[in-house]
Every structure is written in structure tokens, then in C-alpha cells.
């Protein structure tokens, strides 16, 4: 078997295109059925991915807290009146090679910079280390190959680190971050990237969620998961990778099962089948 492989500085439309590798969204998608993950990520006639308006945010966000000298060469603020109905306003957004945002959008993306570095335990951590490094692996279960691209590695010595990922969520309480763990699968994303780094010959000294708001206020929080939570990612991810190597080695990408389906009402939704006694 292969042993990992880490490569720093790999630009992301090299990492995303190497072919056959699974990363975390392709099981994150199997999560919902194989066919969700064949549809959006494998079928060769699949639509051209567009990138929508949260998610131009959020690679707005990253650039601007793990990676602020690339923040001017990627993206190009629009001068205040500039029309692009006029000849001038097409002129000037023609000529752009970078990522035009308007005054607002790098507003926010500056302020969402200074609210991770209010806290010190993030300061401390994005202050030196490699953004957006590549890993290569093969998974030794299935010999599945497999990428991961954590967000910011903080190096505690060569072999040694600590992974940092930064998520932009509308709410920061504990509450909905819970929810957005689970609803995104943030508890398989660790452990997905975890093992890389294993195969890599990186100790992962701890994984940090760094939340975010994305609107005022902005507030950013450091996250850890407990113990439960990441034996659950581990184990989620292995089940995973192996519904994927079934897949791949039948051909087959079910969605919810042939024939006719059981279904019924939510549990919340299902009236009480305790029998209610009226003493008046």
C-alpha cells in the first residue's frame, strides 16, 4: 500500500481535478445516497458546477483570514460608480483578471479577518503555517485513493501539527453550530482529514473549527469536538468508504432502494399513542 502523500502550494484547480480520488464532499453527497454522489460528482454529462452566492463569500473569507498577501492579486474591488452599462463600467470589468467584490462584500470579508484574530488561541495559530495544503492517500480497507485540502496546518515541528478550519455560520451559538455540524457532516470532515495526515506522517495535535458570523455582528469562536462526536466521524467515514468501493466495484449508485418505499410521518409530526385522561 501507498503511504500518503502532502503536497504544499498545489494550486486548487490541480487538486480538485485529479481524477479518481475521493475527497469529503464526495461522501458527504454518499451520505444522501450514492446516486447524489454519482450525479454531482462522477457523472461525466453532470452540469458545470456554479458557484453560488454563499460560496463566493466563503472563498472571499478564506482568502482574507488564511491567506491576506493573495487577497489583492485574487480579487479586484469595484470603484464606487462604476456602471457596467456604460462603455467605461464594461471597459473596466472586462479587463479585470481578478475577482471582482463591490465595497461591502471586502467589508465584511475584513471584518470576519479581525473577529478570528480577537481570539487568541486562532491569533496564535494562523500566525505561522500553511494554508490550503494538498494530501494524497490510499485508504487501506478499501484501496480506495483518497485528497483532502485542509484550510491552515500550524506546525508544532516537521512531522508534528495542528489542523485549523474556518467555517462562516449565520448563528455562533452552540446550538446551531451542533446543527451545522451535523447537517454538513463537519464530525466526518475531521476525520477524513485526520487520517491523510496519519498517512502523511503528521501527527494532528488537535483539529480546531474556527466559526465565524457572516454578518454583523462578527464574532468568531473556536470549536473542538468531543470525544463522541469524532469516533462517530471515524466511523461514519469507513462506512462510507466502503458503500463508495461497493459502488464503484458494481457499477450500481442506488438512490433510496428499488420498488415502493415505506414512508410515513416525521416522529414530531405522529400524534401520542398514550391514552390522555380528563379529570373535569
Aim: charged share 20%.
Amino acid at each position: 500500500m501507498s503511504q500518503g502523500t502532502i503536497i504544499r502550494a498545489m494550486p486548487a484547480e490541480l487538486y480538485h481535478a485529479d481524477p479518481g480520488s475521493v475527497s469529503n464532499s464526495m461522501l458527504s453527497t454518499l451520505a444522501k445516497s450514492p446516486a447524489h454522489c454519482w450525479a454531482m460528482h462522477l457523472d461525466p454529462d453532470r452540469p458545470a458546477r456554479i458557484a453560488t452566492a454563499a460560496m463566493a463569500a466563503g472563498s472571499l473569507a478564506h482568502t482574507a483570514i488564511l491567506e491576506p498577501h493573495a487577497l489583492s492579486d485574487r480579487y479586484v474591488m469595484k470603484p464606487a460608480g462604476i456602471d457596467y452599462r456604460t462603455k467605461d463600467g464594461k471597459a473596466w470589468r472586462d479587463s479585470q483578471t481578478a475577482v471582482i467584490v463591490d465595497a461591502e462584500q471586502m467589508a465584511t470579508a475584513e471584518a470576519q479577518r479581525k473577529a478570528i484574530m480577537k481570539v487568541p488561541a486562532l491569533a496564535k495559530l494562523l500566525a505561522e503555517g500553511d494554508a490550503e495544503t494538498s494530501l494524497f492517500w490510499t485508504d487501506k480497507s478499501t484501496g480506495l485513493r483518497c485528497r483532502a485540502r485542509p484550510d491552515f496546518l500550524h506546525w508544532h515541528g516537521p512531522k508534528r501539527a495542528t489542523a485549523v478550519d474556518v467555517k462562516t455560520i449565520s448563528d455562533l451559538t452552540p446550538d446551531a453550530v451542533m446543527r451545522s455540524i451535523a447537517t454538513y457532516g463537519y464530525h466526518r470532515q475531521e476525520a477524513h482529514y485526520t487520517e491523510g495526515l496519519t498517512w502523511a506522517g503528521v501527527e494532528v495535535e488537535e483539529f480546531v473549527f474556527a466559526f465565524v458570523s457572516a454578518s454583523h455582528p462578527f464574532l468568531a469562536v473556536a470549536y473542538v469536538l468531543d470525544e463522541d462526536t469524532k469516533q462517530q466521524g471515524f466511523d461514519d467515514v469507513i462506512d462510507l468508504l466502503a458503500t463508495f468501493a461497493q459502488c464503484k466495484r458494481t457499477g450500481l449508485w442506488p438512490a433510496f432502494g428499488d420498488g415502493y418505499q415505506s414512508i410515513g410521518l416525521p416522529a414530531w409530526a405522529r400524534r401520542s399513542t398514550e391514552v390522555e385522561i380528563s379529570y373535569v
